[in-house]
DNA sequence: CCTATCATGTAATCCGTTACATGATTAT
DNA sequence: ATAATCATGTAACGGATTACATGATAGG
């Protein structure tokens, strides 16, 4: 039950615990991605390390399986639901940072013509794939998952825009 | 001289060595914050380590001053520019997550209205700041910083845009 | 002069990635 | 049956963040 500090990965996992009851690591695996890992991916090791560091803070409990394959089940307890509902009640004023390996190569002067096109492949790609699953997912009541797969559109319509205009002329505003 | 990865954090000593000419750590942490730093920034620790660790591989070369404050001055060896122009040569296919805290409590259920508002600030914010760097670096051929700024401001407006919806109803499209 | 801040660097810690390893299932 | 893949987990490594620490410079 010691003191650790909270990563985004602990609030992951607490709020996958908290959408799912109770889960084992790999079950979070599979929640992670068909979900957040669309814009938030983690390694699998880290859904078996991260819960068992919740665990010595008394966030989550474990029950392991005594028969067959003895997995590990966890489940919020009330200290974890209590560390989760602050976390959400204390809106961030956190930004994240680009730190996008195009863009880093674009800075230090890349040729801006293939770098466009490789990107513009792989975010075309990406941004299908994010309408794919918004249009699957046509609920009514807007949830947090569905806000945020808005968010990621959003930006990978940006992105396509902004290697677009880049993949043909090498360049912004061509003469404006 | 070991072999080791380069990762972007390799790339961006690399990059900004072969700007610079030569540098010392605390030369590069300035250029950092005024440049890259605003889509990509380092713990100014890392710009003495990694240095250390080119010099150890040989892409970069150390001289350290004898009086005063002996400051290590770095330099890129030949092998150095040829690793940073054999990664600026081939076009990254990699495509960064958005890993953004605010759009992580939203997708966990946080109310979308104070949220909203305390992203709304920050992101105004640096927007602000980035069209004020534009403007100030109004220089007519588009270098990769410049070009690297403008994908920042359309990303900071996408943002804006997002969260500003968001502000207004807690919801997206309040009916359409 | 003294103190606060800037400049410069090292050390410790820790999270995240990578690698390794093995027990179940499914397909052929 | 046997190979291949899925499921499940641990161990090792390394880069990044955090903390610590001290030498210079400027301001009062």
């Known amino acids: 039950m010691q003191d650790l500090r909270l990563t985004p990965t602990s609030y992951i996992v607490l709020g996958l615990l908290n ?23 983690l390694q699998h090791a880290q859904l078996y390390s991260e819960p068992e560091r919740l665990a ?10 005594h028969e067959g394959r003895r997995r590990k089940r966890y489940r919020l307890t009330s200290a974890g639901r209590d560390a989760l509902r602050a976390w959400l009640s204390a809106p961030t004023s ?5 730190r996008d390996p195009g863009l880093l190569q674009l800075f230090f002067g890349a040729d801006p013509k293939p770098l466009a096109e ?3 492949a792989v ?3 990406k941004l299908a794939e994010y309408e794919r699953l918004r249009d699957l997912a046509a609920t009514r009541p807007s949830s947090g998952p569905l806000l945020a797969l808005e968010a990621g559109i959003g930006h990978g319509r940006e992105w396509v ?9 090498g360049d912004l505003e061509p003469d404006a």
Chains 1, 2 share one sequence.
């Open 56 to 65: 010595a803070a008394g966030l989550v409990s474990v029950e392991q399986e």
């Open 94 to 98: 956190e930004m994240s940072e680009l």
């Open 19 to 41: 959408f799912a009851g109770e889960a084992t690591p790999y079950q979070l695996k599979q929640i992670v991605g068909s979900s957040i890992g669309n814009f938030w991916s």
């Open 118 to 120: 490789a990107q513009l």
């Open 123 to 125: 975010h075309r790609a």
């Open 161 to 169: 825009r902004f290697w677009s205009k880049l993949a043909k002329t």
